[in-house]
């Protein structure tokens, strides 16, 4: 038991057998969780920087605003990958475990579509698009 540190034997008990003839010994083992290891405290400086920072992105109606607008784009390029969505997820649901090999064309058209749709050129072109609904959202919050 010395391989396990945090297991600790107990005194043995006796356990009689069927015939009621001979005894055997058995331990048992009480597991015990060791205590975490300590960890090191940030200083105040760099709790100040994370808080200042985590403020920051809190506070922020434009960051709020983008945000927002962010996540509807992500719908509507997911509305617009929808074949591309419903066609892997059937493929996986009768693949099972083999979706990783069977199902690739599907993923990578899945992927292919998504990164058209939703990629960091294509939301910068719809937020040049709609600067006044931001603006609205922004003065709105």
């Known amino acids: 038991l010395a391989h396990l540190p945090h297991c600790v034997p107990h ?4 356990i009689a057998t069927s015939h009621g003839r001979a005894t ?21 400086e760099t709790k ?18 983008e945000h ?6 992500k719908d509507m390029a997911l509305q617009k990958c929808s074949q591309h969505l419903k066609d892997f997820a059937l493929c996986a649901e009768e693949q099972g475990l ?15 579509c998504m990164a058209t749709h939703n990629s960091n050129e294509a939301f910068e072109k ?9 603006e609205k959202r922004i003065l709105k919050t």
């Open 68 to 73: 927002q607008m962010r996540r509807e784009f």
């Open 98 to 112: 083999m979706v990783v090999f069977n199902c690739r064309h599907h993923s990578k058209a899945l992927n292919e």
């Open 126 to 134: 719809y937020m040049g698009d709609h600067k006044e609904e931001l």
């Open 24 to 44: 055997q010994q058995k331990i048992r083992i009480k597991h015990t969780m060791s205590p975490p290891p300590p960890t090191s405290t940030p200083d105040a």
């Open 48 to 65: 100040a920087r994370i808080k200042d920072a985590g403020r920051e992105g809190r506070l922020s109606f434009r960051n709020f605003a």
């Open 11 to 14: 005194a043995p008990e006796r």
